[in-house]
């Protein structure tokens, strides 16, 4: 999410412009990815045995207390019977109901289930992709795809009509990319599912990706990357993840404002065509359907997907090597610390993954665990505490211990967590132990497949990834046969406190023992977010050829590059009707502007003013708040404004620095080392129909800018815009009248510098 402003004719940067403004009169002086730290088994787990324990006592008791009757001395009530009298059945064994599955001529592998519970369908395409494949220098661009996928629409509707269409009919059709595979999902009412259908088709075979809704999910991108320190679980999770999985492989990366600024449309394009193809997608539908009409209607409606790929590679490996140590993240507006110790976990196909499993929650699983009994009940010094044995369908999980706890208690609750780790690797955990988890685990299978949906879902993983169909009977089957001793063994081979990890995020300074204390090196965490580099953006030649074609018909359309070329300084004044919700509602702005680099703008409004001026390189800002000279987010804000002057940005394929390139065949990127905008072109006149940018204002996130140009004049032999409406992140936020232009006034450096 860059920053930017207005055009030139008319609205310049009031995002960041208004913003600043209003912090000077007030005299103002969020990983990639989520690592799952359960696998898929966990589901319920403990409310479920809390259900048992409230209600059924009840429910027995119900059952077999007497008839009430009359009687001259009533006599004393039986006592209720303990819930550990309860005798239950055993779980039977998983049963899978029937799924169809065929291969389209196409490739596409396709399952139907029908369920007539509801009258309802839904299904989700799988596709072998995900952010795994991220280039290391475009870190981002798999979630960008994903995101855009869905609100960048069709050729023929936007994604904002296709918003409008589905929720007439309460359906929803949704896409994204998470770190081992993209989805396309709809789910509607039958009476609806050939149009929803039809528009998950439009949408999965061939999305537009509308360059604005590119800029959109970058500029949301790029807020999560601001925020990413606000929270200090968000902190623990991701920085635990980034040091276990460690650099050197794409599970241990992180988006940055780089990354993402590197990402363009044509690399979310070039994305797409790479990874969506029949053959590597597998589409599952459910629901009220003939199996039969609906492998016809999925036949005919896919006839037309030919697209043709070579197959996906791999996913890359986890190659991580132990990273042992305490690492300390200093957050000092925090009162508690939140901690994770652990390492690399598994797969759900690893032999032992059963026993790992028990073996976790009976360390830190759930009320009745060891951990929660010891330093969140006797100790009281853990506000939450858990444990458990991650695993992945294709790599490692990560075995994590996390929590909070008092920031005094810190290092006295870890030497506990890790003395309770030792305490399991060398004594079996007792029959009562064992046979509380093994029951939680059991039970929870019985709530993984307690819909069809859930069950053809769960079928659909174990075909992507490789496992057999009857994997969930395995397992069930492995759950049910671990001993004491499975627990002791795995505890003994798989958890070695020696390569833990422990990271901690809280305040050092009110640790009641330092934490040094654990006998272990201290390595501080640095939560700084890289800010973006200048860097030269390379351009394709066959794109910066096209772009400069498409420039050279705007250049004729408003005048002529010699009319635009003769403009050497102007002075424009400008009125600006904002948003009412906004806390300036009416701002007057006058800009004097000479070339190449020199810039004055004055903002004027009923209870203040501001003045700003830059060479290019620095910036000078006067307004409540003091004067002097500032960087940042303003500076940055300046730069992108002299980007985006009128009268240079057609002229850009002229300037030393910059470059030009075309998105599409109306659409031109135009860049240089300080900002980057995007100048949409009218397909009937060759005029500017719409610039979009990001804008920024002083702490606040980036956000995504568009202006929309209307009512041209000639001014001097050039047409420009005299009304200009400006949107930000999609909401309108001001209207834009020019009230006054004189081009060629003589205007000398030294008169926009003054101060």
């Known amino acids: 999410m860059r920053r930017g402003r207005t055009g030139e004719c008319g609205a310049r940067t009031l995002a960041c412009r208004v913003g600043t403004f209003a912090d000077a009169r007030r005299h103002r002086a969020k990983k990639r990815r989520v690592k799952t730290r359960r696998g898929t088994h966990e589901c319920v787990r403990h409310g479920v045995n809390l259900l048992v324990f409230l209600f059924l006592p009840f429910a027995a008791w119900a059952q077999t207390a007497p008839a009430a009757r009359p009687a001259a001395h009533a006599a004393a009530p ?26 389209l001529p196409n490739g596409m592998r396709v399952s139907l289930l029908e369920d007539r519970d509801l009258p309802l369908i839904g299904g989700s395409a ?68 050939d149009d929803v259908l039809a528009v998950f088709h439009d949408l999965l ?37 980034d040091i276990v999985y460690g650099p050197a492989t794409p599970y241990g990366w992180d988006e940055q404002y780089d990354t993402i600024n590197r990402i363009a449309r044509a690399d979310v394009q070039e994305f797409y065509q790479r990874y969506f193809f029949p053959a590597n997608a597998m589409l599952a ?75 976790g929650d009976i360390l830190g699983g759930g009320f009745q665990s060891r951990l929660f009994q010891l330093v969140r009940t006797r100790m009281g010094n853990a506000y ?59 039970n929870s299978l019985v709530f993984a497949f307690d819909s069809k949906a859930k069950t053809l879902n769960r079928l659909l993983n174990y075909e992507y990834y490789g496992y057999p169909k009857d994997f969930i009977q395995q397992y069930q089957s492995a759950l049910a046969a671990v001993t004491r001793a499975d627990v002791l063994r795995v505890a003994k081979e798989r958890l070695n406190p020696a390569n833990f990890t422990i990271v901690a995020v809280g305040n050092p300074e009110h640790f009641g023992a330092p934490l040094d204390s654990l006998g272990l090196p201290i390595k501080p965490i640095d939560l700084t ?38 403009v050497h300084d102007y002075r424009r004044a400008a009125d600006y009707q904002l948003d009412p919700s906004k806390s300036v509602s009416f701002v007057k702005e006058v800009e004097q502007w000479i070339a190449p680099s020199y810039m004055r703008q004055e903002l004027i409004a009923a209870n203040g003013g501001m003045l700003v001026y830059s060479d290019g390189k620095t910036c000078y800002m006067r307004g409540a708040a003091g004067a002097g000279q500032v960087g940042g987010e303003t500076l940055q804000q300046i730069q992108g ?13 002229r300037i030393a620095g910059r470059t030009v390139s075309a998105v599409d065949d109306r659409t031109l990127e135009i860049s240089d080392r300080y900002a980057t905008t995007r100048l949409v072109v009218s397909p009937d006149t060759g005029l500017p129909e719409r610039l979009l940018y990001q804008s920024y204002s002083p702490g606040s996130p980036p956000k995504s800018t568009e202006e929309i140009y209307s009512d041209y004049r000639e001014l001097a032999g050039v047409r420009v815009p005299y009304k200009v409406v400006i949107m930000e992140d999609g909401q309108k936020l001001a209207d834009a009248t020019v009230t006054s232009f004189q081009v060629n006034n003589g205007l000398k450096v030294e008169d926009l510098a003054a101060h």
Not at 641 to 653: E, G, K, V
């Open 285 to 359: 539908v459910h629901g009220d359907f003939d199996a039969a009409q609906m492998r016809a209607k999925i036949e005919k409606l896919f006839a037309d997907w030919t697209a043709q790929q070579q197959p996906v590679p791999a996913f890359p490996k986890v190659a991580a090597q132990p990273a042992p140590g305490v690492y300390l993240a200093t957050k000092t507006d925090v009162s508690q610390t939140f901690f994770s110790i652990g390492h690399l976990g598994g797969e759900f196909r690893d032999k032992d993954y059963a026993a790992l499993e028990i073996a």
């Open 384 to 442: 939450q505490i858990y444990a458990g044995w991650g695993g992945n369908y294709d790599h490692p999980g990560l075995f994590q211990i996390s929590g909070s706890t008092k920031s005094v208690s810190t290092a006295e609750t870890i030497k506990v967590i890790l003395a309770e780790v030792d305490r399991l690797r060398t004594a079996e955990v007792t029959d009562a132990e064992l046979k509380a988890a093994k029951d939680t685990a059991l």
């Open 126 to 193: 799988r596709i072998r992709t995900g952010n795994l494949f991220d280039p290391p220098d475009k870190i981002g661009l798999a979630t960008i795809t994903g995101m855009a996928l869905r609100t960048g629409g069709t050729k023929t509707r936007t994604g904002d009509q296709i918003d409008a269409q589905l929720e007439d009919v309460a359906a929803s059709v949704e896409s994204r990319i998470d770190e081992t595979y993209g989805a396309v999902s709809f789910s509607c009412l039958k009476e609806n599912a």
């Open 529 to 566: 977010i890289p800010e973006a580099r200048l860097e030269e953006k390379p351009v394709d030649p066959e794109r910066a050829a096209r772009g400069k074609k498409l420039l050279q018909r705007v250049q004729q359309a408003v005048g002529g590059s010699g009319k635009l070329a003769a």
């Open 641 to 653: 404004d002299l980007l985006r002057s009128w009268f240079q940005l057609l002229l850009s394929d």
């Open 205 to 241: 075979t061939a999305p537009e990706f509308r360059a604005e809704k590119v800029e959109l999910a970058k500029t949301q991108m790029r807020s999560s990357i601001a925020r990413r320190n606000d929270d200090a679980h968000g902190i623990l999770e991701r920085q635990f993840a």
């Open 78 to 103: 039986a006592p209720a019977p303990s819930y550990k009298d309860l005798k239950f059945s055993p779980l039977k064994p998983i049963s899978i109901p029937k799924v169809e599955t065929f291969t």
